[in-house]
């Protein structure tokens, strides 16, 4: 993993035309390999690997409306009828760390699913610019296209192994707003677990509704991971999403750590914290357990 982080570490710090490069071939070697431009360099002393020793992982794909749409997939190997969670990316795509999440969850006996979101939008790995990567990658995609792809996986693990009737679904950063989104879309979810998402936020037609206006129609308990030094989605907010679930009746439940900021699950980045990562994932099994995806 070191030898991997340094490699990548040293082509995203060379020459405009390295970097190019590795824009256009080494970061999309593949489903699930690499890590984003945008997030370079990355912090190879936390960031975790998890190995693939009895468990099946490996890029699939299926046409949703006429769209091939990969999605990083792992489960135990030779077993059947195990719960399926859903894994759905920050911005940056579905890179190592995602995939890393997804070899966690399976560990566990879980089907996990991560889905490539944006590939009709383009490459968010490709990306060194976060600005930039939202204005034409992340703001032209709709809600509900990630909907329907989301609900083509889940259709797709009932066919290949998984008991949809224990579906649970994760998501970080973008990811963790789709969870809250998607809860309030599927009823057969079982239960969310949200890290650090977007709570409120501009409408549009592509983005008509964020979580706060659903969490009163929200029947799937979520359980949203929150840090209280988190630039980017203000305690306020996180204060009326707790103020408008308990009007509801989904059991939805909000953490918030006082010690981390906003991506403090992402072991890749200087934004990781530790003990409140750690506490998270507990977190987010004991949820699933409770709530029968397990």
């Not at 789709?178 to 677990?193: E, I, M, P």
């Not at 699950?265 to 409770?290: I, M, N, Q, T």
Request: aromatic share 8%; hydrophobic share 45%; proline share 5%.
């Amino acid at each position: 993993m070191n030898e991997l982080v340094e490699e990548i570490n040293s082509l995203a710090s060379g020459s405009p035309e390295l970097r190019d490069v590795n824009r256009r071939g080494f970061i999309k070697t593949a489903l699930g390999t690499g890590f984003a431009a945008a997030v370079m360099p990355v912090a190879a002393e936390t960031a975790v690997k998890t190995d693939s020793d009895g468990i099946d992982a490996h890029t699939v794909t299926i046409k949703v409306n006429g769209q091939e749409v990969p999605a990083y997939a792992a489960k135990p190997e030779g077993k059947k009828n195990m719960p399926v969670v859903l894994v759905v990316s920050e911005i940056f795509g579905v890179h190592e760390h995602i995939a890393d999440v997804a070899r966690r969850f399976a560990k566990l006996g879980y089907f996990a699913i991560a889905p490539d979101l944006f590939v009709r939008q383009g490459n968010p790995l490709a990306y060194d610019n976060i600005a930039t990567l939202r204005k034409e990658i992340i703001s032209k995609v709709p809600d509900a296209q990630v909907m329907a792809d989301l609900d083509a996986y889940v259709a797709w693990a009932a066919k290949n192994g998984g008991d949809i009737g224990r579906l649970g679904i994760t998501g970080f950063c973008w990811g963790g707003r789709a969870v809250w989104l998607y809860s309030n879309h599927n009823s057969k979810v079982r239960a969310g677990v949200a890290w650090y998402g977007r709570l409120v936020g501009e409408k549009n037609e592509l983005t008509p509704v964020n979580p706060l206006d659903a969490a009163q129609t929200l029947r799937v308990p979520v359980l949203g991971l929150y840090g209280a030094k988190d630039d980017g989605i203000p305690l306020e907010t996180v204060e009326q999403m707790k103020q408008a679930l308990v009007k509801g009746k989904s059991g939805s439940e909000i953490i918030v750590y006082p010690e981390a900021g906003h991506a403090f699950h992402a072991d890749y980045r200087p934004s990781y914290v530790e003990s409140a990562a750690k506490d998270g994932w507990k977190r987010c099994l004991a949820w699933f357990k409770k709530y029968g995806v397990a």
